[in-house]
């Protein structure tokens, strides 16, 4: 495991750009949101200092209205699409125009609990975590569950979650393109034609608007809640109020969220199915579908003990878990970017949420079969939950931060 230590620093290294991470090299050369906040924690195992500049490099993009850009484009590269010519984005910094699973509240106090005499750099990101919140709270509370616009927006880009809301748009009016994605990555770990062309529909849609939340919300035949969003949105809630008292704030505000939040969590349970899931506010339907997303509940501060039945039933089912899409699932596709595989990072917040609800073994259990994992097949951007083998990119920055800072 020493030689994967001084391989995972390395990729850090390679993927440094100076002050921001890319997640890898070709297949996404852009600073990418929780991509960051991950690489953060694993610079931070070697030089705390360059963990909170990634941090604050993010937060130079947020856009006034506080949203945080998924994507910031510090400098234009043709081996991704789509670029900043088709975003639009309208912040300091070019930018796509939707956000990603805010977990930079959580990561900012995990950082100052290995180092505390970084506070006063926590002192002056959080009014910008603050605006952050604001924004979601303002934008994207449906009672309390919190909404995406596009998928990417989760990071789930392809998870079957969206298969029945995509089946009812029409892509129509989207320009001819060309996607880079498959000349990085084998098509079949990737998401299909018939999933980019609804991307792209809706990236049209955001941008021809000016990026307008407002008139999205409503407009868009895309606005569906989900758990990714609203579990990480309520821990990074709770973390931030945490900072609030470290720092003398406020937290009014912040206990009004977390209520809400703990309401709209509910909203999620899908009783037929018996689990957390997505819910299409168009059509009021649940997604049925049980993601590695479901389990964030307890990193959420729910301890809901009906999801460890379906726990210990996806850990039965494949070698390595957690898989991104129930296996007993139509639609699971084990190699298929979020249908399937097993993703590094999504596993460390799930098995962070385990230990702190007392499910200890379980949480040691994943934390162990990730580092073997990550051990075994090195450090790609997912695994096959049957046998582990690397998929997507490699000399991933994630899965590296993963490794340094608690899988090894
Ligand atoms: C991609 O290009 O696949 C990214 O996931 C978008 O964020």
């Known amino acids: 495991t020493e030689a994967r230590d001084t391989e995972a620093r390395a990729i850090l290294a390679q993927n440094d ?3 921001y991470t890319v997640p890898t090299h070709g297949l996404y050369p852009y600073q990418w949101n929780w991509d960051s906040v991950f690489a953060a924690i694993g610079f931070a195992e070697h030089d705390m200092d360059r963990a909170w500049t990634e941090i604050e490099t993010l937060f130079s993009g947020q856009w006034e209205n506080g949203m945080v850009p998924h994507i910031i484009f510090h400098q234009v590269d043709p081996s991704y699409f789509p670029g900043p010519d088709i975003w639009r984005g309208t912040g300091p910094i070019p930018s796509s125009g939707i956000s990603q699973p805010p977990i930079a509240a959580t990561f900012v106090r995990w950082l100052l609990d290995l180092d505390p005499t970084y506070e006063p750099r926590a002192r002056t990101l ?78 049209k849609l955001g941008a021809d608007s ?22 990480t949105l309520l821990r990074a809630t709770r973390d931030l109020r945490a900072l609030a008292i470290r720092l003398g704030e406020p937290t009014a505000e912040l206990d009004q969220w977390i209520g809400d939040m703990e309401r709209g969590a509910q909203r999620l349970w899908n009783e037929e199915a018996q689990t957390y899931d997505c819910v299409d506010i168009r059509s009021g339907k ?19 003990d009906r999801m460890l039945a379906q726990f210990d039933r996806i850990a039965e089912a494949t070698t390595y878990f957690v898989p991104s899409t129930d296996p007993a699932h139509p639609a699971y596709e084990p190699k298929r970017y979020w249908r399937g595989p097993v993703w590094a990072m999504l596993n460390v917040l ?17 934390t162990e079969a990730t580092g073997r994992m990550i051990a075994e097949n090195g450090f790609a951007e997912y695994f096959d939950p049957r046998d582990g083998a690397p998929a997507g990119g490699r000399n991933f920055t994630w899965t590296a931060a993963v490794w340094l800072a608690w899988a090894s």
């Open 210 to 231: 000016g990026w307008s939340e407002p008139y999205l919300r409503e407009v868009t035949p895309f606005r569906v809640a989900d758990p990714t969003m609203t579990f």
């Open 286 to 304: 649940h997604t049925g579908v049980v993601s590695n997303a479901s389990f964030l509940c307890w990193f959420a501060g729910i301890n809901d």
């Open 350 to 366: 799930i098995a962070a949420g385990l230990a702190e609800a007392g499910h200890s073994e379980r949480a040691r259990n994943l």
């Open 126 to 203: 959080f009014p910008a975590l603050m605006a952050s919140h604001r924004w979601f709270m303002t934008w994207r509370n449906e009672d309390g569950a919190i909404v995406v616009t596009h998928p990417w927006e989760t990071g789930r880009d392809n998870c079957p979650d969206w298969d029945d809301t995509f089946a009812a748009i029409e892509p129509e009016g989207v320009d001819e393109y060309y996607r880079r994605d498959t000349t990085h990555v084998v098509e079949d770990e990737r998401p299909r034609r018939w999933d980019y062309d609804r991307y792209l529909y809706l990236v």
């Open 17 to 19: 750009r100076g002050g």
